[in-house]
């Protein structure tokens, strides 16, 4: 008998792989940890560029991977990675904004007038102002 691998329920094991190592972090709040552990985030998530940890971001060691419904684990453990931010493709389909802990580099902007809006998620306090800037491409 074929049998099919169901990405759901091999995802929710590494739901809660995350969750663990998010209080093996720090965090403490219940809510985003319940929260962190119910959201399917591969079922947001169909393309995505990464380096590893600490790796800094270059052409010649970024990874592109693709979420589908045979994605093999090792795509599964970068999506549930709770240290490893994700870069998903802009309007041309190349990555188009990577994070630090002390900035964001945006590439592959079309021109244009643009608002970024920037939302801590401050999982210890549960506080902290968002900040919001517009800038232009020319």
């Known amino acids: 008998m ?27 709040n219940e809510s985003v940890l319940e ?11 169909e393309r995505f560029w990464v380096t590893g940890p600490g790796v800094v971001w270059n052409a ?17 453990r970068w999506v549930y990675n709770p240290q490893v931010a994700l870069v ?8 188009a904004a990577t994070a630090y802990g002390d900035g964001t580099t945006f590439t592959g902007l079309r021109p244009g007038t643009y608002l970024t809006r920037v939302v801590p998620v401050n999982t210890r ?3 902290g102002p968002s900040a919001q800037t517009t800038f232009v491409v020319p």
């Open 35 to 45: 929260a962190m552990g119910r959201v399917p985030r591969h079922r947001f998530v």
């Open 2 to 28: 074929l049998r099919v691998r169901d990405l759901d329920a091999t995802a929710a094991e590494f739901r809660v792989e995350m969750v663990e190592r998010l209080r093996e972090l720090g965090v403490r």
């Open 60 to 76: 010649d060691n970024v990874e592109q991977h693709v979420v589908t419904d045979d994605s093999a684990d090792e795509v599964l």
């Open 125 to 127: 306090l549960e506080d």
């Open 88 to 95: 998903t493709r802009g309007p041309t389909d190349i990555p």
